[in-house]
């Protein structure tokens, strides 16, 4: 498919838990290859966005199209198929416990995959060493730190080389520096594994600086969508105010200059 | 005022006709699963494992003392007919018909039934279960699955030793405290015990494994995403479990009879 179609299309979303509309009507186009980053309030919906685009979650009404194929639509088996073009960051991580970082990480593999041990191993060091993790083969998702987790996380999602990757509030829970360096290791994976990537995150200005496109999701629905220079220029008083941090004033040059400074 | 009424027990009775289908149509998933390849043997080994090998110390624990009991009580209330040499097909009757099936149901409820809840429930809650999911692997299959084939297979396994160590039981107290024959405890036992009841008590064991890895698992899947949630969903499983047990040997004993 050609690098001009987006990727993923949600068109005309609708979700409702009991009697809270979450999705109202959302329309989102996410561009192949690029990094977009969904910002909005707390409980405002951000997850089962994302949730919905890998069919954990299905809409009320809509459609979900992943390279055209609309997933609401897909038996259980079918969406499997679509499913291994993804791979998805948890915001715990999510690693299996009763598992080490290596057997995590080799988990994807043995499952769905040919490979023989020796393989597997080579390979899951590979990706291991990548994220920073050499010589924690052994341990257990108890033993780790927060930052320690989301890496294994991110190298378990890596390891078979996801077209897509879907990142659910990547740093939530680590200080400021662990932060960047997470939002770093994204950065350089995605430029290595040429992934689309689609992240949920709160951390403002810095996605500013990593993202390709930044969308805000307010009320159910997706009102902005642009380049982070683009859109932190934004006309809407809602937008400006929530990237201000309440403060409802123009965002100065800094943030841009930030981007400058990290887009490679 | 009546109007209230109603739609109070309307909506009770709802609650549990829902709750009641997605029980059942769980069930019916675990089961197509189990159909479908590929087949974890490695997960149902490690289930095994843990329903049965160690639940072992606690099924001759209760095994022993429950057949040590009935031995005690079966020979007074005998003796007061002069039937004391009977106490061999009393215990045994007992133990094999009904207390090894039911005990060691709730036992395994007990032990690894509330555990298996607990583990199911705290994945669902640090999202490893929808992890799977975007794995293109179904948590049915690799976690519910297993666990219910594991329980359905052990639990025989788990009666029968129960109901050996509780006749042994019954024998201790009846023969080397109490003074009774050694034959004829042995002789009793063997002429009263029929296949039919061994059988009877089979079946019981494997619906009994059914009813409480189904119950448990099903609960740790549903759990809702919060601390307190999950220790709801384990007691909730617990008391659940316990009574279906009951009620279905009710149900189960008066077929079999």
């Not at chain 1, 707390?42 to 890998?54: D, F």
């Amino acid at each position: 498919m050609s690098n001009e179609t987006p990727i993923i299309r949600l068109v005309d979303l609708y979700k409702a838990f009991g009697e809270h509309l979450v999705l109202d009507g959302l329309n989102l186009e996410v561009p192949r290859g690029k990094l977009t980053t969904i910002i909005g309030r707390s409980g405002g919906g951000k997850s089962v966005l994302l949730k919905h685009i890998i069919g954990l979650i299905r809409p009320d009404r809509g459609q979900v199209l992943v390279d055209e194929t609309d997933i609401t639509q897909l038996g259980q088996r079918e969406l499997n198929e679509i499913r291994k073009k993804f791979a998805m960051l948890f915001q715990g991580a999510a690693l299996f416990d009763s598992l080490s970082v290596f057997d995590n990480v080799a988990f994807p593999l043995r499952e769905k995959s040919n490979f023989n041990e020796a393989e597997i191993n080579f390979k899951v060091l590979e990706v291991l060493e990548q994220v920073g993790l050499t010589g924690m083969e052994q341990k257990y998702p108890s033993e780790l730190s927060g930052g320690m987790r989301k890496r294994a996380g991110l190298a378990r999602a890596l390891v078979l080389g996801p077209e897509i990757m879907l990142f659910d509030e990547p740093t939530t829970g680590l200080d400021p520096l662990l932060a960047r360096t997470i939002h770093d290791l994204i950065l350089e994976t995605q430029h290595r594994y040429r992934f689309t990537a689609v992240m949920v995150s709160h951390e403002i200005p810095e996605i500013f600086g990593i993202s390709d496109y930044v969308a805000m999701l307010l009320d159910g629905k997706i009102v902005e969508m642009a380049p982070p220079a683009q859109f932190v220029r934004t006309q809407n008083p809602a937008i400006q105010e929530f990237i201000n941090g309440g403060k409802p004033e123009c965002v100065s040059s800094e943030s841009e200059s930030v981007q400058e400074a990290r887009r490679p | 005022m009546i109007i209230a009424t109603v739609t109070h027990w309307g909506a009770i009775t709802l609650r549990v006709v829902r709750e009641m289908g997605r029980m059942t149509l769980f069930l019916m998933q675990t089961i197509m699963w189990l159909g479908r390849p590929p087949f974890r043997f490695r997960q149902l080994l490690k289930q095994m494992h843990f329903i049965g090998v160690k639940s072992l110390f606690v099924i001759v624990l209760t095994g022993i003392f429950t057949g040590m009991v009935l031995g005690l009580q079966g020979y007074y209330s005998l003796r007061k007919f002069g039937a004391e040499a009977l106490l061999g097909s009393a215990v045994a009757l007992s133990m094999i018909r009904e207390l090894g099936p039911v005990l060691s149901a709730l036992m395994v409820t007990g032990r690894a039934g509330s555990a298996m809840t607990a583990e199911i429930g705290l994945m669902r809650i640090t999202e490893q279960i929808d992890a799977l999911d975007t794995m293109a692997i179904s948590p049915m299959q690799y976690l519910v699955a297993p666990k219910v084939l594991a329980g359905v297979l052990v639990l025989p396994l788990l009666v029968s030793i129960f109901d050996v160590i509780g006749i042994y039981g019954g024998y201790l107290v009846g023969v080397k405290l109490l003074g009774i024959s050694s034959g004829g405890y042995t002789a009793s036992m063997v002429s009263a015990v029929e296949w039919k009841d061994v059988y009877g008590g089979i079946l019981k064991a494997l619906s009994f494994g059914l009813i409480v890895t189904w119950v448990c698992t099903y609960k740790g899947y549903h759990t809702s995403m919060s601390a307190e949630g999950l220790g709801k969903a384990t007691t909730e499983a617990v008391v659940l479990a316990s009574v279906l047990v009951l009620i279905w040997d009710y149900f189960l004993t008066s077929v079999l009879l």
